[in-house]
């Protein structure tokens, strides 16, 4: 009979077996697994965000906090975000011009600093207010990005890339399913709704001209499927976007800083 162990030997085995325990409540991530009759079985990564896309679309609106990243600098965007029947941005910014407001109704934009007057465009030719756009037709997305419904890349990289599980995280004070995916920038964008062929063509070239090839996306997803945190990797930029508050809806008009002035 092997001898029993020393109250310090019961001492390393107890934080052992606890250590074990955290590790695997972290990889055994509620957010992906789905209950089979009396057994669990882990669900594709594909199921999970798609799912997730799904109910974040069918909340109708959210709150968004933004922070963009690279060589050039940092830009940050605040606010909330309303989609469906009205497409609704009310939005704070903070970038190279200073801090102004971006709004943003049924496809048109307006975005005023303080102090300055309020410009106003299309949602087509929305990236002409790109403070770094030039005039460009696609200055990277900064402007558009911010109002659309945050859902959307993570269901064009469902739909287009690979992705793989880096088990659980603490995220937000709850355990979440941390997941990776890559695709090529022309299957991704392709599989985002809403693109015409020109419009695809124009973006496809602006990253092919930049050397950038794939678009990489990290995603959190927490119980019950809602989407916490994305976070895009477009060749050296990196953008987070938090999400909470699910069900959020803007409030009337508000009156942007500045008086307004078209926008050609």
């Not at 606890?18 to 789905?34: I, K, N, P």
């Not at 990489?216 to 477009?234: E, M």
Request: proline share 7%.
């Amino acid at each position: 009979m092997p001898p029993a162990l020393r109250p310090a030997a019961w001492g390393a085995a107890l934080l052992l077996l606890a250590g074990c325990l955290t590790a695997c409540s972290l990889l055994a991530v509620s957010g992906d697994r789905t209950p089979a009759g009396a057994a669990e079985t882990v669900r594709p990564p594909r199921q999970v965000l798609l799912s997730a896309v799904q109910n974040l679309d069918d909340s109708g609106g959210a709150r968004v906090q933004l922070v963009e990243e690279g060589p050039a600098g940092r830009r940050a965007a605040g606010g909330t975000l309303a989609w469906g029947a009205r497409d609704v941005a009310e939005l704070t910014v903070t970038d190279e011009q200073g801090s102004g407001r971006l709004r943003a109704e049924d496809g048109t934009l307006e975005l005023g600093y303080d102090g300055a007057p309020v410009k106003r465009a299309g949602r087509d030719a929305a990236e002409t207010l790109d403070p770094r756009g030039g005039g460009a037709a696609y200055a990277g997305g900064w402007l558009s990005g911010l109002v659309a419904n945050p859902g959307g890349p993570a269901h064009a990289m469902a739909l287009s890339g690979k992705l793989t599980s880096l088990g659980g995280e603490q995220l937000a004070g709850t355990t979440v399913a941390h997941y990776r995916g890559s695709a090529p920038v022309a299957e991704f964008f392709a599989a985002e709704q809403g693109l015409s062929p020109e419009r695809l063509a124009v973006v496809v070239g602006y990253h092919r001209d930049r050397g950038i090839t794939t678009i990489g996306y990290d995603f959190w997803v927490a119980p019950g499927d809602r989407l916490l945190r994305l976070r895009a990797t477009v060749g050296t930029v990196v953008t987070t976007t938090d999400v909470s508050d699910p069900g959020t809806a803007t409030a009337g008009p508000a009156t942007p800083t500045g008086s307004p002035t078209a926008t050609g």
